[in-house]
């Protein structure tokens, strides 16, 4: 009874691309499987010379309206939606002759495609299928009876359930195809409504640059419509995990940006970074020897924050790593590569996303709405080396804090404005992101290291833009700051210089701003 097996005696086929369907027809023909079609599905099948019947012929009516209704029929329908068990179900079917639909094949109309292309309105609202919903919707909902195979994609899967089963499935099965239909269906609406809510219709920069839609389960919360424009497939491999979101992709957006500058200070290659971010902003990263040790070090930094994070290394993650990582609740890692064994490990988690970074992908110019337009920039590309510190104080920089201040300012780039980092031995103890106030920011940074039981004496302090003030040096100072590095570029520079002195901190300045709004 659990089983709830049953064998496939009957079957409707409607799909637009035909790529792919033969197998599956073959196959269904062997198990002597009763086909129905339509259109251009049934000249297809005809011209396998596998014989099939017309639905216009079980319904008795044509395809009217330019092909706008063809499957919208009670003994369709009713053949798909019967309930087996149902003893008035199965009398009706019998009074109206209707012949009970055992398994629904559909691929939808290219909706997604026509509009990435740059269709007209015209083409794009007769790509909107009307009857293929229909289908895999009545079949999913009545899984306990129906298989329904909702798209191209999963041709493969059920071509191996019938060759292993002899055109049976169990209920299990057919609950599995019709959870996937209703994700099927979620995701064509979903496509429908972003186009209809002015997306990609008016997407003039992107659509014309020829990238591929990708729409979105929802954007930044849930009530809002969301589609990404780009070649993910470009980017990353995905070994793991649910389908990635908006906000998601907002993450990895800055952990890669971020990852690929810490990567930068890493001896040739030899030394691990790791990152974890949490709402764009680094919460701990770090850079190690080994990478067991830069994923402890960057989770120290705070790991109530790492709670749900995006995690990211450059390195391959082994399987001391994964081990590491897998007591702890994340929702993305992203790195070069991963063992076998790592893999094992990571993936027992089913929706945990898991990817792997491809080379060289990231786009070379930044777009971003405003107002009633799109704003354009270059990306801050600017990664500075202990060349570019000029040190303004009379105390100099020791060769370690030089290191920390090089790493630190990477960390301040790439933290909301107003932003401040503070580190030691190349690990982030602390930041102040998106504050009003670079004292503020400064305040919440020093504030943070103290919650986490860091000693910031001898540690390293980067902001993102230059003192007006010395306020923030007296704060680092005090808190035990003992090196600081800043643009510089402000009228009263000297004034955060002559504090340093007085306070026997070393101070270096780049030349370069790296505010992130």
Request: glycine fraction near 8%.
């Given at each position: 009874?659990?089983?709830?097996?049953?064998?496939?005696?009957?079957a409707?086929?409607?799909?637009?691309?035909?790529?792919g369907?033969?197998?599956?027809?073959?196959?269904l023909?062997?198990?002597?499987?009763?086909?129905?079609?339509?259109?251009?599905?049934?000249?297809?099948?005809?011209?396998?010379?596998?014989?099939?019947?017309?639905?216009?012929?079980?319904?008795?009516?044509?395809?009217?309206?330019?092909?706008?209704?063809?499957?919208l029929?009670?003994?369709?329908?009713?053949?798909?939606?019967?309930?087996?068990?149902?003893?008035?179900?199965?009398?009706?079917?019998?009074?109206?002759?209707?012949?009970?639909?055992d398994?629904?094949?559909?691929?939808?109309?290219?909706?997604?495609?026509?509009?990435?292309?740059?269709?007209?309105?015209?083409?794009?609202?007769?790509?909107?299928?009307?009857?293929?919903?229909?289908?895999?919707?009545?079949?999913?909902?009545?899984?306990?009876?129906?298989?329904?195979?909702?798209?191209?994609?999963?041709?493969?899967e059920?071509?191996?359930?019938?060759?292993?089963?002899?055109?049976?499935t169990?209920?299990?099965?057919?609950?599995?195809?019709?959870?996937?239909?209703?994700?099927?269906?979620?995701?064509?609406?979903?496509?429908?409504?972003?186009w209809?809510?002015?997306?990609d219709?008016?997407?003039?920069?992107?659509?014309?640059?020829?990238?591929?839609?990708?729409?979105?389960?929802?954007?930044?919360?849930?009530?809002?419509?969301?589609?990404?424009?780009?070649?993910?497939?470009?980017?990353?491999?995905?070994?793991?995990g649910?389908?990635l979101?908006?906000?998601?992709?907002?993450?990895?957006?800055?952990?890669?940006?971020?990852?690929?500058?810490?990567?930068?200070?890493?001896?040739?290659?030899?030394?691990?970074?790791?990152?974890?971010?949490?709402?764009n902003?680094?919460?701990?990263?770090?850079?190690?020897?080994?990478?067991?040790?830069?994923?402890?070090?960057?989770?120290?930094?705070?790991?109530?924050?790492?709670?749900?994070?995006?995690?990211?290394?450059?390195?391959?993650?082994?399987?001391?790593?994964?081990?590491?990582?897998?007591?702890?609740?994340?929702?993305?890692?992203?790195?070069?590569?991963y063992?076998?064994d790592?893999l094992?490990i990571?993936?027992?988690?089913k929706?945990?996303?898991?990817?792997?970074?491809?080379?060289?992908?990231?786009?070379?110019?930044?777009?971003?709405?405003?107002?009633?337009?799109?704003?354009?920039?270059?990306?801050?590309?600017?990664?500075?080396?202990?060349?570019?510190?000029?040190?303004?104080?009379?105390?100099?920089?020791?060769?370690?804090?030089?290191?920390?201040?090089?790493?630190?300012?990477?960390?301040?780039?790439?933290?909301?404005?107003?932003?401040?980092?503070?580190?030691?031995?190349?690990?982030?103890?602390?930041?102040?992101?998106?504050?009003?106030?670079?004292?503020?920011?400064?305040?919440?940074?020093?504030a943070?290291?103290?919650?986490?039981?860091?000693?910031?004496?001898?540690?390293?302090?980067?902001?993102?833009?230059?003192?007006?003030?010395?306020?923030c040096?007296?704060?680092?100072?005090?808190?035990?700051?003992?090196?600081?590095?800043?643009?510089?570029g402000?009228?009263?520079?000297?004034?955060?210089?002559?504090?340093?002195?007085?306070?026997?901190?070393?101070?270096?300045?780049?030349?370069?701003?790296?505010?992130?709004?």
């Amino acid at each position: 009874m659990a089983e709830n097996r049953r064998r496939i005696h009957s079957a409707l086929i409607s799909v637009f691309d035909k790529n792919g369907l033969e197998p599956l027809v073959r196959e269904l023909h062997r198990l002597k499987v009763t086909l129905y079609s339509t259109g251009g599905t049934r000249s297809f099948i005809e011209g396998l010379g596998i014989p099939v019947s017309a639905v216009e012929d079980l319904t008795g009516y044509p395809s009217i309206l330019g092909g706008r209704v063809k499957t919208l029929h009670p003994k369709v329908f009713g053949g798909i939606l019967a309930r087996r068990g149902v003893a008035g179900d199965v009398a009706q079917m019998e009074e109206h002759a209707i012949p009970p639909m055992d398994m629904v094949v559909v691929d939808l109309y290219p909706f997604e495609a026509t509009v990435a292309s740059g269709g007209t309105e015209e083409e794009i609202i007769e790509k909107i299928d009307i009857g293929g919903v229909s289908l895999i919707r009545a079949a999913a909902k009545n899984h306990g009876d129906v298989l329904v195979v909702p798209a191209q994609r999963d041709y493969d899967e059920v071509l191996s359930l019938l060759r292993e089963q002899d055109g049976a499935t169990t209920g299990a099965q057919r609950l599995a195809f019709a959870r996937k239909a209703f994700g099927e269906t979620a995701r064509y609406d979903r496509a429908i409504n972003a186009w209809f809510h002015g997306f990609d219709a008016a997407a003039s920069v992107p659509r014309l640059a020829g990238q591929p839609i990708h729409v979105l389960r929802y954007g930044e919360n849930p009530h809002q419509p969301a589609s990404f424009i780009g070649d993910l497939d470009g980017m990353f491999v995905q070994l793991n995990g649910k389908e990635l979101s908006y906000n998601n992709l907002l993450d990895l957006d800055a952990a890669t940006a971020l990852i690929d500058d810490l990567a930068l200070l890493a001896k040739d290659g030899d030394e691990a970074p790791f990152a974890i971010l949490k709402h764009n902003n680094a919460c701990g990263a770090a850079i190690r020897p080994t990478l067991p040790q830069a994923w402890e070090a960057a989770l120290a930094g705070d790991p109530v924050s790492a709670f749900g994070g995006v995690l990211v290394t450059t390195s391959v993650v082994d399987d001391r790593t994964a081990a590491a990582m897998d007591g702890l609740f994340f929702e993305i890692l992203c790195a070069s590569g991963y063992t076998p064994d790592a893999l094992e490990i990571l993936r027992k988690k089913k929706n945990r996303v898991i990817l792997e970074r491809k080379v060289g992908t990231r786009g070379d110019r930044r777009f971003r709405s405003a107002l009633n337009g799109l704003l354009s920039q270059l990306p801050d590309q600017v990664v500075e080396r202990a060349s570019d510190l000029q040190a303004v104080t009379q105390k100099k920089p020791t060769e370690g804090e030089v290191r920390d201040m090089l790493f630190a300012n990477i960390l301040a780039k790439h933290t909301k404005s107003n932003a401040i980092a503070l580190a030691k031995d190349r690990q982030l103890l602390a930041s102040g992101t998106g504050q009003t106030s670079r004292v503020d920011a400064l305040e919440q940074a020093v504030a943070k290291a103290a919650r986490f039981k860091f000693d910031l004496r001898g540690a390293v302090m980067a902001s993102d833009a230059f003192f007006p003030f010395p306020d923030c040096v007296t704060i680092g100072a005090n808190a035990g700051i003992t090196a600081i590095v800043q643009p510089g570029g402000s009228i009263r520079d000297q004034e955060s210089i002559d504090a340093c002195n007085k306070l026997g901190i070393a101070m270096c300045t780049t030349g370069y701003r790296h505010f992130k709004h």
